[in-house]
């Protein structure tokens, strides 16, 4: 005999009427372990239960680790990450999911609605960035395809969570000499404190957390030539409201490398040593061993990421109060503008490249190396097929 509810609907194996009220199914998975999921009304289990059934069918057994576990394993496998990238995998790991109540979901309960939440709370309550969500779904999303590969769960549901949160891309392309030397004018103008420190970005193409954790102790010198060593960098990360920055290897292997010091170098690392003459450095102030640091703000200590890509990026739009117009400034467009510059006088590739320290040649070449229309005719007249007179 076929057993009912109390309203007469007759129930199908593995459903159960609760005596305070209620539904529940309960089934085996493929791998013989023991499930249940409840429901208020038999409509809303049977949802439910179509789900199970699926499930089961493609040999998919319900798991029950969380979404931390499951994140913490997925990034357990990644043995091929740089030092720099899985720490601040970790940190994210640790800080933001670990401590969140859908850390504690486990993934088989987990519903595209609560990452969309958990991003958009993240956003609201802690001020995270566009990047950084992005950062966060680089952990989530591969750790839930790895639990689908294991038929785990059914489907990953953080599929598609992240369109919502696209950054607008930099535009990349270099400054024409004309708005490099009206930016420089910019900032000896209105801020000359930062003045060695851009001039620098402009004179070696070195990335912004490279050249903030530079030191006195990097420079070089041999018999015949004097080196500036890139060997680490300082970066940052905001921990309740507040910037703490820390030391961490170069981006890739590559950025490890030597750059001789031309004598433009020279000249602004003699001012800057001048400046920091006349700044007060904190008693043992240093970042996770490294000490004696070449740029340094009014206080005695490293430079703010954000600090300078702010200023950068103030004084480049204030087109109305200067002659010249330029377009927008930060420190890769610095970079972007030496790798040009040092392409357009004839700079072996391969040379550029081991200078800015990519460890792939196409990048350098695609990305860095722009052109224009001045840069073209530039050219044809150095090889004598344009006449401009």
């Not at 958009?120 to 689908?148: C, F, Q, R, W």
Request: net charge positive; with cysteine; aromatic share 8%.
């Amino acid at each position: 005999m076929k057993r009912k509810s109390s309203n007469g609907i007759t129930l199908k194996s593995g459903e159960y009427e609760k005596k305070e009220g209620g539904f529940i199914y309960r089934w085996t998975d493929a791998r013989g372990n023991r499930h249940s999921v409840g429901a208020k009304t038999l409509n809303e289990l049977r949802k439910k239960e179509q789900i199970a059934l699926e499930e089961k069918v493609r040999g998919v057994s319900r798991a029950s680790n969380t979404l931390y576990q499951q994140v913490q394993m997925y990034l357990s496998t990644k043995v091929t990450l740089a030092k720099s990238t899985r720490a601040n995998y970790e940190y994210y790991l640790e800080h933001s999911i670990k401590n969140a109540p859908i850390g504690k979901i486990r993934i088989s309960d987990l519903k595209s609605s609560d990452i969309l939440k958990f991003y958009a709370e993240l956003t609201k309550n802690e001020g995270y960035s566009a990047g950084t969500i992005k950062i966060l779904h680089k952990l989530i999303h591969p750790a839930l395809d790895m639990a689908v590969k294991d038929r785990l769960i059914y489907n990953n549901v953080s599929e598609g969570c992240i369109k919502d949160y696209a950054e607008e891309a930099e535009k990349k392309y270099a400054l024409s000499q004309e708005e490099k030397e009206e930016f420089l004018a910019r900032i000896e103008d209105r801020q000359p404190c930062y003045l060695p420190f851009v001039q620098f970005l402009f004179a070696t193409g070195v990335r912004l957390s490279e050249a903030i954790g530079l030191t006195w102790d990097d420079i070089v010198e041999t018999e015949k030539i004097k080196y500036i060593s890139i060997n680490h960098q300082i970066q940052y990360r905001r921990i309740d409201g507040k910037v703490i920055q820390y030391a961490s290897e170069t981006k890739t292997s590559s950025g490890k490398r030597r750059i001789p010091i031309t004598p433009e170098v020279a000249e602004i690392l003699a001012r800057q040593r001048d400046i920091n003459f006349e700044i007060q450095i904190p008693e043992h102030y240093e970042v996770d061993g490294y000490r004696n640091f070449v740029f340094l703000s009014q206080e005695g200590m490293c430079l703010n990421h954000n600090t300078i890509r702010s200023m950068m990026t103030r004084l480049s739009k204030d087109n109305k109060k200067y002659p010249v117009s330029i377009r927008h400034v930060s420190p890769h467009i610095c970079r972007h503008t030496y790798v040009t510059e040092m392409a357009a006088k004839g700079c072996d590739l391969k040379v550029l490249q081991a200078l800015v320290g990519q460890k792939d040649l196409r990048v350098t070449y695609t990305v860095y190396n722009h052109l224009d229309n001045k840069r073209i005719c530039s050219e044809m007249q150095r090889l004598g097929l344009l006449d401009v007179g």
